[in-house]
C-alpha cells in the first residue's frame, strides 16, 4: 500500500457488517493508513461494529441518532474533545419502511416519505454542517447513492426520490463548502449484497440483471467501492467536487440490456 491516506482522521457512518459498502469504503481506508472513527445506532449495531473497528485499530465509536439533534451534537462533539478535526466523513446512511418499496410510488404514505427523506438525504446536510465545523484544513466528504435516483428502477419508488434529492444536496455542497477547502462527492455502486440491498424486493434479480448486461459483466465489488473512495478522500482527489461517480461496472451507460439478453 501507499499510505496514501497515512495522517488522516475520518469518521465512517454507517456500518451495519462486514459486507456494507461502508465497511469495504473503511477497510480501504485503514489499509492506506487512516485513522478512523465509526458512528453506530444503539447497541444492537455497536455490538456489530466494534469487532470491525477493533480489527482496523479505531477505539473512537460514537452512538448517534441522526433523526436527534441532542444526540447529533453530542456525537460530534465526543469527535472534538477526542481529536479536534476531521479530514474526511463517509456518509453511508439511507432508510425507508420496505413494504413501501413495493407496489406504486403514487401510495407512498406521508410519514415515511418524509422519515425516507430525512434520513437519506437530510442527514448529510446536517453530518456535513457539524463535519465542516471541524476541517480546518479543508476535506472531503462522500455519500452513497444508487442510479435509481436517475432512472426508474423497480421496487426502489420513494428511495430513488431520497437519492435524487441527495445527489442536489451534493452539487449544493460541494459549492458552500469548496472556499472553504472541502470537496462533496457521492459514490454510486450498482446492486450489492447488503443488509440493506436484502431490503428492496427483487434484489436477486436485480443483481443477476445488472451482472448480465453491464458492459463489464460483473457487478462492483467492495474493494473497486473502496479503492473509488480513497481516491476522493486522498490528495489525488484535490481538485474533484459535485461528482455523483457510477461505480457499476458501466451499467449506467446501457440504454437496453445486452444484444444477447434481449
Request: charged share 20%; hydrophobic share 45%.
Amino acid at each position: 500500500m501507499a499510505d496514501l491516506m497515512k495522517g488522516k482522521r475520518g469518521l465512517v457512518m454507517g456500518v451495519a457488517n462486514e459486507r456494507s459498502i461502508a465497511w469495504g469504503i473503511a477497510k480501504a481506508l485503514a489499509d492506506e493508513g487512516a485513522e478512523l472513527a465509526f458512528s453506530y445506532q444503539g447497541e444492537a449495531f455497536g455490538k456489530r461494529v466494534e469487532p470491525l473497528a477493533a480489527s482496523v485499530g479505531a477505539s473512537l465509536l460514537v452512538d448517534v441518532d441522526v433523526t436527534d439533534d441532542a444526540s447529533m451534537d453530542a456525537a460530534f462533539a465526543q469527535i472534538k474533545d477526542e481529536w479536534g478535526s476531521l479530514d474526511f466523513v463517509v456518509h453511508a446512511i439511507a432508510f425507508s419502511d420496505k413494504n413501501e418499496l413495493t407496489g406504486r410510488i403514487i401510495d407512498t404514505s406521508r410519514d415515511n416519505f418524509k422519515n425516507s427523506l430525512t434520513i437519506s438525504c437530510y442527514s448529510f446536510i446536517d453530518v456535513a454542517k457539524r463535519a465542516s465545523e471541524l476541517m480546518n484544513d479543508g476535506g472531503s466528504m462522500i455519500t452513497l447513492t444508487y442510479m435509481g435516483s436517475q432512472r426508474v428502477t423497480p421496487f426502489y419508488n420513494v428511495m430513488g426520490v431520497a437519492k435524487a434529492a441527495l445527489e442536489s444536496a451534493v452539487r449544493y455542497l460541494a459549492a458552500d463548502l469548496g472556499p472553504d477547502g472541502i470537496r462533496v462527492n457521492a459514490i454510486s455502486p450498482g446492486p450489492m449484497k447488503t443488509l440493506a440491498g436484502a431490503a428492496i424486493g427483487g434484489a436477486r434479480k436485480t443483481f443477476r440483471h445488472t451482472e448480465a448486461n453491464a458492459p463489464l459483466r460483473h457487478n462492483a465489488t467492495l474493494e473497486a467501492i473502496g479503492g473509488t473512495a480513497v481516491y476522493l478522500c486522498s490528495d489525488y482527489g484535490a481538485c474533484t467536487s459535485g461528482e455523483i461517480i457510477s461505480v457499476d461496472s458501466g451499467y449506467h451507460v446501457m440504454g437496453m440490456p445486452a444484444a444477447d439478453n434481449l
